[in-house]
């Protein structure tokens, strides 16, 4: 019989670690392990440049520090499939919305000051806030209200991204 129960909990403890649990947290993913061990640094590489461009503006830091880890884990060369580049991710349509038609997305102050403007394009012409902003910033104003219309922004990978790294601040 105690054989018997081992197995079974043996059986059981795999299969609940081998899936998501609300009854047991989950191991770091490799991109939250890299957050874990490279965000302090990041951080403290990019501070004074982010804490320089908020000057003006009431984003919190912990936000801009989030979507700067979750974009380029902090190095300015960074380029995705889509096209955005450097720091926080900034795509050239941003630029092009702006009338920026040379801005040097790789360039970390320019990156970051036109990012920290595109989130307050984001909340003053469309008003989103929270996580519809993290949202927003991430898929773009148009795709949005599709998404909300299907579920809880909070549920979205970049979302949850974001807020995990914020934490990091």
């Not at 490799?30 to 501070?47: C, E, F, M, N, T």
């Not at 830091?61 to 499939?81: C, H, Q, R, Y």
């Not at 889509?82 to 941003?94: E, F």
């Not at 595109?118 to 795709?143: D, M, N, Q, T, W």
Request: net charge positive.
């Amino acid at each position: 019989m105690r054989f018997l129960l081992c197995c079974l909990l043996f059986f059981f403890s795999k299969t609940l670690l081998a899936r998501e649990s609300p009854l047991l947290p989950m191991a770091p993913s490799g991109w939250q392990r890299s957050v874990l061990k490279d965000g302090p640094s990041v951080i403290a590489r990019w501070r004074r440049v982010i804490e320089e461009s908020l000057r003006d503006s009431n984003l919190p830091i912990d936000l801009i520090v989030g979507i700067m880890l979750t974009e380029s884990m902090g190095k300015p060369s960074a380029k995705n499939a889509s096209g955005a580049s450097g720091l926080l991710g900034i795509s050239p349509i941003v630029c092009e919305e702006f009338k920026l038609p040379r801005c040097n997305l790789l360039n970390p102050v320019v990156n970051i000051s036109l990012g920290i403007r595109y989130l307050e394009h984001l909340r003053e012409r469309y008003g989103f806030k929270g996580k519809e902003l993290i949202l927003a910033y991430g898929v773009g104003p148009g795709s949005v209200r599709g998404i909300l219309k299907e579920r809880d922004p909070s549920s979205h990978y970049y979302v949850r991204r974001v807020s995990y790294a914020r934490k990091m601040y």
